[in-house]
């Protein structure tokens, strides 16, 4: 038994829970923030058998795509002069952790 922890972007989550409830996985969403952006995200966390693994995260692959987002930032000259120009950054994806279960009860 593995336990995948999946890390992705909040405007995929959705799409990739849809995606592996219809393949027969059982998903726990739980809504987490972080990254450079301090953007929101959603950590999934995805328990099953260890030969569903590679299934399993080829299909978070497939939903989590990376995109570039520009983004407002500001940067400070000193001397209380500050200015404003966009950012251009990389989102999407994912990170995912698989890691063993020595014990699962479904209670």
Not at 59 to 73: D, F, M, W, Y
Not at 81 to 101: I, K, S
């Amino acid at each position: 038994m593995k336990l995948i922890t999946a890390i992705v972007n909040k405007e995929d989550s959705k799409h990739v829970c849809n995606e592996l409830i219809k393949a027969g996985f059982s998903v726990t969403r739980l809504s987490t923030t972080g990254g450079f952006l301090m953007a929101g995200n959603m950590t999934l966390m995805i328990g099953t058998e260890d030969e569903k693994v590679d299934s399993c995260i080829d299909l978070i692959a497939q939903c989590c795509k990376k995109r570039t987002e520009i983004v407002p930032s500001t940067t400070s000259y000193g001397m209380g002069v500050a200015t404003a120009y966009p950012l251009q950054v990389t989102v999407g994806g994912a990170t995912v952790f698989v890691t063993n279960v020595e014990r699962f009860e479904k209670l």
